[in-house]
């Protein structure tokens, strides 16, 4: 499979993102036509991991499981940088429309992060020997996780609604800091853990499997964030609506 | 506000840089015991490993030898966890949707 293929299907994502944005007409379609596509993706992206492509030079199968572990950190990463982009966009000026996305795209990143830290796990046994290892990667990754989990429990647990938009944006920007350290924690630190994955660092076929996988669940985080952000602007509207927890005491006389 | 945000920024990267590993000092050189020669007990034979179960579609003929073999159930289990992931918060959005959406 040429890679040409996964990178046509990403400039037509891309064109679907940004057709969503311009014109609101098309917001009730393009999400259920981004998450059918990724459905129909995912299916072929287990034939091409599993059977298509080579086995790897020394992890030999076990090497199938990056081209759904690495794609889904990828994601993770991806909603954590939309996450601080909002959270800055939230400070500099305030904006529903933002905390909405910041509260979505950090809810959608740990779920890809927690699913891919389990892979990784999964992965880490049969080439490392155990499932965990307190190597600076994985610190650092589960640092960053609930760095994002204690930021979506304090949106729960703040009831103003501009109090929990300024915390959480705080919150969410040092969270951010965790972003460069994970990256580039096998780079600094004597690491288990290989460096990161790259499609110019592989075979072809490899290469493109990986951009495949990457494409696959480009179309599923485009739906979930926009589902998710409808969620978020509901629960706004609804705290908006809500009367004041307290009456107002009588003055006195 | 801006300075306490910078405040913190600042703790936190300070916080995070303390993971940094402070350089080790060599260890000392330590001397070499004498050497006892012992005769070498007699080595059993080890029995011959279980060959690792096979792939439906015959994939393991093009692994060499010296890396990995078998391992189908860890990939198996990594591809199932990744449907279960996006089918499963898929499903969560749609029981969460908004009530005018459901309605």
């Known amino acids: ?253 | 506000m801006r300075a306490l945000f910078a405040g913190l920024l600042v703790a936190a990267s300070l916080a995070f840089a303390d993971i940094a590993p402070f350089p080790e000092k060599p260890p000392p050189a330590v001397e070499p015991a004498p050497a006892i020669v012992e005769p070498a007990p007699a080595v059993e034979p080890a029995p011959a490993p279980a060959p690792a179960p096979l792939h439906p579609m015959g994939i393991e003929k093009a692994v060499g030898s010296g890396v990995i073999q078998g391992g189908w159930e860890y990939v198996y289990a990594c591809y199932a966890l990744a449907v279960i992931g996006v089918l499963g918060y898929g499903a969560s959005l749609f029981v969460r949707r908004p009530k005018e959406q459901a309605s």
């Open chain 1, 1 to 253: 499979m040429p890679a040409s293929i996964p990178l046509l299907l990403l400039l037509a994502l891309a064109v679907m993102v940004v057709v969503h944005i311009a014109v609101p007409k098309t917001r009730t379609i393009l999400w259920k036509l981004s998450a059918a596509l990724g459905a129909v993706m995912l299916g072929l992206l287990m034939y091409l991991g599993m059977f298509y492509a080579p086995p790897e030079a020394f992890m030999s199968n076990v090497g199938r499981i990056l081209y759904v572990h690495v794609p889904y950190i990828w994601m993770a990463f991806i909603a954590f940088l939309m996450n601080v982009g909002c959270a800055f966009g939230y400070l500099m000026k305030k904006s529903w429309v933002t905390d909405a996305l910041a509260e979505s795209s950090a809810e959608v990143g740990v779920l890809f992060g927690a699913v891919g830290v389990a892979m990784g796990s999964i992965w880490a046994r049969p080439t490392w020997g155990v499932w965990w290892d307190w190597d600076p990667r994985l610190i650092s990754t589960t640092v960053m996780l609930l760095s994002y989990v204690g930021y979506l429990a304090l949106r729960s647990f703040t009831e103003d609604p501009e109090r929990r938009a300024t915390w959480s944006a705080a919150v969410g920007i040092l969270s951010g800091v965790s972003l460069p350290i994970t990256y580039y924690s096998v780079r600094w630190w004597n690491s288990l853990h290989q460096v990161q994955s790259s499609t110019a660092s592989v075979d072809k076929t490899m290469g493109s499997v990986l951009l495949w996988g990457l494409a696959t669940l480009l179309f599923f985080l485009f739906p979930f964030i926009v589902k998710r952000y409808e969620i978020a602007r509901a629960r706004q509207t609804a705290a908006m609506e809500l009367p004041p927890l307290e009456a107002p005491r009588p003055e006195a006389a």
